[in-house]
């Protein structure tokens, strides 16, 4: 299968977009129950991290062709993050977060989701990339 450029255009756009949710779900960097499960990966400071991420995807939405490296940072970037998720789900209970705060129970559901499924997206635009030299 083969996706056309711009479509995947449409795909870092979006990888951008769902970063930026970080906003919604930390109710603006308030959110003290994200915060409280996993403070070094989700202090305030890596969520705006998380939301700089986020920038650099839309930054290259229409220029990925002419930085193929650093598409394949950004897939390493969401290996990174996938695999924290999953070691953070296999050691808490997310029906702990999810008494404590909802927004912050779904976001622990699937901020993993999203960062294995963009890793799986820009590792095949990175080996497209590499295919078309």
């Not at 930054?59 to 930085?67: D, T």
């Not at 960062?115 to 997206?121: K, P, R």
């Amino acid at each position: 299968m083969t996706i056309n450029n711009k479509l995947i255009s449409k795909g870092f756009i979006l990888a951008g977009v769902m970063n930026s949710s970080v906003l919604l779900f930390s109710r603006g960097f308030t959110n003290k129950t994200i915060n409280a499960y996993d403070p070094d990966v989700m202090s305030n400071f890596g969520m705006l991290m998380i939301l700089i991420w986020g920038l650099a995807y839309i930054s290259i939405a229409y220029r990925f062709k002419n930085v193929k490296w650093l598409v394949a940072v950004f897939a390493i970037e969401k290996l990174i993050y996938g695999c924290v998720w999953l070691q953070w789900m296999m050691t808490n209970d997310i029906g702990n977060v999810y008494k404590e705060d909802k927004m912050a129970g779904i976001f622990y559901s699937i901020y993993g989701l999203n960062d294995w499924l963009f890793c799986v997206f820009f590792l095949y635009v990175f080996i497209r990339l590499l295919k078309q030299q």
